[in-house]
């Protein structure tokens, strides 16, 4: 969290009047406050008088496109497909960045969360295939499997511990979210249009070669980013695929080097001092905004796309597009036999594949990399906290309530689903937290 900006007396009065707010959403565990609120409020509307309106609203018909573009589908399924095709485009850019310059970008480094990550798919979906072994209940199998990485991290941020344990749980969040996108496109899709698909994959072509080409304007790349997402939305293959293959290809280099951009900016900030400093809050003189401008191309050339456009996404994602799918997917229906669904099997299978699965997946598999000499334990981390970790992995949330959407048409499923993705989240997030507190205490 950056330090609030100290107060001055020229301070404007919109300055005054914001900062509270401003000083909120910097906070590191603003994001999993926000969309812990927002699942309150829609467990408390959807079990309220005004049911009605919050059922009505998610099912309301709206249509987008022309002519046989045209696609018409529930406010409900927008959410999911369309603003969560954001949500899925930024988890690609952070995917892409942990490869380059991340934490995955070292093989030694990256081999403890990838095999902890794979334990903690594997694991879970295991437990549930064995509870729930065919019917209808099967194709919740990969529900369990997925990390809420906002809630996760947001809770490891309230013990003090070593930086390496959240090193490794952010890398084992977006492995496990690579994963997760993968169960999704190939065992949670319908029917394939091939024409459509294709179509699609020729603009990512398209994409790939404005890369190449130097193009770096994010206007042009947000185009053909829409293209792509509505031909895959058409093709059968779930949109959120081709978020992720669209973000695959945003620029990640720089057009100048680091060496570049500090000399040119000295060399700005001299001329800058040459033509006289501007005065006060005056406006500037023709000169002086001329250089002014020179130093934003400057600053840009020095940032890579990628980079800016996670940097610009990520507030909108984490304090728009996520309240607003909590609110629409997280309203279960408490039955007045809650008890027959608590024990219904697809939900057992889905707290266990959490609670129990998440945890001693990662934990086995990471103890496996280590004796096998694949990985290293990191230093400061205990086994201990590693099952802490895990259990905090358990917080499946927003990746399990979205593949819940998938899983069944039917919608009494999908509020069993919901319900046992709600619990097995909170236990995880408790038993987690206890574990944590246990290690941290002195």
């Known amino acids: 969290m950056s330090a609030p900006t100290p107060r001055s007396s020229d301070d404007l009065l919109i300055d005054r009047i914001t900062r509270p707010f401003l000083m909120f959403l910097e906070h590191k565990l603003a994001g999993a406050i926000l969309l812990l609120l927002s699942t309150i409020i829609a467990l408390i509307w959807a079990n309220s008088p005004l049911a009605a309106i919050h059922y009505d609203l998610l099912h309301t018909y709206a249509g987008l496109g022309i002519g046989e573009l045209y696609h018409e589908k529930s406010i409900s399924h927008w959410i999911n497909d369309g603003l969560m095709g954001v949500f899925f485009f930024v988890v690609g850019l952070e995917i892409k960045r942990e490869f380059l310059a991340g934490e995955l970008a070292n093989p030694r480094t990256a081999a403890l969360p990838i095999f902890a990550a794979a334990g903690g798919m594997l694991v879970p979906a295991s437990i549930y295939v064995a509870i729930n072994p065919g019917g209808d209940a099967f194709q919740g199998w990969g529900i369990p499997m997925a990390t809420d990485i906002a809630f996760a991290l947001g809770i490891l941020a309230l013990f003090p511990v070593s930086i390496s344990l959240k090193v490794f749980l952010t890398a084992l969040a977006i492995v496990d979210d690579i994963g997760a996108i993968l169960v999704v496109a190939i065992f949670y899709t319908d029917d394939i249009a091939a024409q459509s698909l294709v179509i699609g994959g020729f603009f990512l072509m398209v994409s790939i070669g404005a890369n190449i080409a130097g193009v770096r304007n994010p206007i042009i790349y947000g185009l053909i980013g829409a293209i792509v997402w509505f031909a895959f939305?058409?093709?059968?293959?779930?949109?959120?695929?081709?978020?992720?293959?669209?973000?695959?290809?945003?620029?990640?280099?720089?057009?100048?080097?680091?060496?570049?951009?500090?000399?040119?900016?000295?060399?700005?900030?001299?001329?800058?001092?040459?033509?006289?400093?501007?005065?006060?809050?005056?406006?500037?003189?023709?000169?002086?905004?001329?250089?002014?401008?020179?130093?934003?191309?400057?600053?840009?050339?020095?940032?890579?796309?990628?980079?800016?456009?996670?940097?610009?996404?990520?507030?909108?994602?984490?304090?728009?597009?996520?309240?607003?799918?909590?609110?629409?997917?997280?309203?279960?229906?408490?039955?007045?036999?809650?008890?027959?669904?608590?024990?219904?099997?697809?939900?057992?299978?889905i707290i266990a594949g959490l609670f129990i699965g998440k945890p001693l997946g990662i934990l086995f598999f990471a103890w496996l990399a280590i004796k096998l000499r694949i990985a290293e334990l990191p230093d400061g981390v205990?086994?201990?906290?590693?099952?802490?970790?895990?259990?905090?992995?358990?917080?499946?949330?927003?990746?399990?309530?979205?593949?819940?959407?998938?899983?069944?048409?039917?919608?009494?499923?999908?509020?069993?689903?919901?319900?046992?993705?709600?619990?097995?989240?909170?236990?995880?997030?408790?038993?987690?937290?206890?574990?944590?507190?246990?290690?941290?205490r002195t």
């Open 233 to 349: 939305l058409k093709s059968g293959v779930h949109a959120t695929l081709a978020a992720v293959l669209m973000a695959f290809t945003i620029p990640a280099r720089t057009r100048i080097d680091g060496l570049q951009f500090v000399e040119t900016t000295e060399m700005l900030l001299k001329r800058l001092r040459e033509s006289g400093l501007p005065q006060g809050n005056s406006l500037l003189s023709n000169e002086q905004h001329s250089i002014v401008h020179e130093m934003e191309q400057v600053t840009e050339k020095a940032t890579a796309p990628l980079q800016e456009l996670e940097h610009a996404l990520m507030p909108f994602v984490t304090f728009m597009i996520l309240p607003i799918f909590a609110l629409a997917n997280a309203g279960v229906v408490i039955a007045d036999d809650f008890t027959a669904v608590l024990t219904n099997h697809i939900a057992l299978g």
């Open 382 to 440: 205990s086994f201990l906290q590693i099952a802490g970790a895990g259990m905090l992995a358990g917080v499946g949330f927003t990746m399990a309530l979205f593949i819940s959407t998938l899983a069944w048409p039917d919608e009494a499923l999908i509020d069993i689903a919901k319900t046992g993705v709600l619990i097995g989240s909170v236990l995880s997030a408790m038993g987690g937290a206890i574990i944590l507190y246990m290690t941290t």
